[in-house]
T-cell receptor, first 110, second 112 residues
Framework: RKEVEQDPGPFNVPEGATVAFNCTYS??????FFWYRQDCRKEPKLLMS???SGNEDGRFTAQLNRASQYISLLIRDSKLSDSATYLC???????????FGRGTSLIVHP | DVKVTQSSRYLVKRTGEKVFLECVQD?????MFWYRQDPGLGLRLIYF???????EKGDIPEGYSVSREKKERFSLILESASTNQTSMYLC???????????FGNGTRLTVT
């Protein structure tokens, strides 16, 4: 199974900052992409799907670059409550077998 | 809203015991998964199932087995628990196509 790679961080940013994470994938046949958020000792929760044309949900923007095989997550106006680990998930077509990155840790400080 | 329920939040078992972790979903999803998550290693897939009575090995199936007798229930079995199976176990489900995964709230298993 192909890999999905993320910078583990931590990204340490002040409140109000803009921060971006990238996630690279190696299988060009990958078809669907997601960002999850995981708080300490909790289960991952879906943050947003990533669409080919890019998509936005409030302060969060996700983009897909198929040519360079990466997805990105941009968080604007960071809040303390955004502190968490962000996991990217890539699903390769055919059998449904999601592959997870190891996550990027974000710490937002006052 | 999808509901994925794992039978226990915390579990402590002794080495050599047979351990059952249960996962039940209420959304009629075909796909169900068992992961374990350890610090620095991320989520690793143990087993998954596409349908009733079907099962496939994931990346780390050794020491585990699974059962899916009903569509809504996917059980993970540790035949003889060992200390290196101390971990957070996460069950997840997904519908067809490009559906995202939905997780249960996890079982933190300690094997002593």
């Amino acid at each position: 199974r192909k890999e999905v790679e993320q910078d583990p961080g931590p990204f340490n940013v002040p409140e109000g900052a803009t921060v971006a994470f990238n996630c690279t994938y190696s299988n060009s046949a990958s078809q669907s992409f997601f960002w999850y958020r995981q708080d300490c000792r909790k289960e991952p929760k879906l943050l947003m799907s990533v669409y080919s044309s890019g998509n936005e949900d409030g302060r969060f923007t996700a983009q897909l670059n198929r040519a360079s095989q990466y997805i990105s997550l941009l968080i604007r106006d960071s809040k303390l409550s955004d502190s968490a680990t962000y996991l990217c998930v890539v699903n390769t077509g055919g059998s449904y077998i999601p592959t997870f990155g190891r996550g990027t840790s974000l710490i937002v400080h006052p | 809203d999808v509901k994925v329920t794992q039978s226990s939040r915390y579990l402590v078992k002794r080495t050599g015991e047979k351990v059952f972790l249960e996962c039940v979903q209420d959304m009629d999803h075909e796909n169900m998964f068992w992961y374990r998550q350890d610090p620095g290693l991320g989520l690793r897939l143990i087993y998954f199932s596409y349908d009733v009575k079907m099962k496939e090995k994931g990346d780390i199936p050794e020491g585990y087995s699974v059962s899916r007798e009903k569509k809504e229930r996917f059980s993970l079995i540790l035949e003889s628990a060992s200390t290196n199976q101390t971990s957070m176990y996460l069950c997840a489900t997904a519908g067809q196509g490009d559906s995202p995964l939905h997780f249960g709230n996890g079982t933190r298993l300690t094997v002593t």
